[in-house]
Nanobody, 126 residues
Framework: VQLVESGGGSVQAGGSLRLSCAAS????????MGWIRQGPGKEREGVAI???????RYVDAVKGRFTISKDNGKNTLNLQMSSLKPEDTAMYYC?????????????????????WGQGTQVTVSS
């Protein structure tokens, strides 16, 4: 299993970024996946999660601004981030709990993730 994030960078407040996570070694369409971030001096925080059928959940701080999605044709996970705020500054990690198709509807929670990418830095200036 390998997860490789891309798309991070520096933007001004109010701007947008799109993060991508290229997955290999498993099939994203049936798997539980998510984005987790860790800001400077902060604890790691779950941002968004998507299960096998495509149901999504978000931390309150990003609801209405971030959208998590899968591109199953490319076996990738995406995070569209809009209306970015300085407090969104963090290292963003892609995480996965690979599942075979017959387990695609299993529960999908933050503590299920056993595989992580190396992270991509997002910096938002005011």
């Amino acid at each position: 299993v390998q997860l490789v994030e891309s798309g991070g960078g520096s933007v001004q407040a109010g701007g947008s970024l799109r993060l991508s996570c290229a997955a290999s070694g498993f099939i994203t369409s049936s798997s539980c996946m998510g984005w987790i971030r860790q800001g400077p001096g902060k604890e790691r925080e779950g941002v968004a999660i998507i299960d096998g059928p495509g149901n999504t959940r978000y931390v309150d701080a990003v609801k209405g601004r971030f959208t998590i999605s899968k591109d199953n044709g490319k076996n990738t996970l995406n995070l569209q981030m809009s209306s970015l705020k300085p407090e969104d500054t963090a290292m963003y990690y892609c995480a996965a709990a690979p599942r075979p198709w017959w387990q695609r509807s299993s529960s999908c929670n933050w503590n299920d993730f056993g595989h992580w990418g190396q992270g991509t830095q997002v910096t938002v200036s005011s």
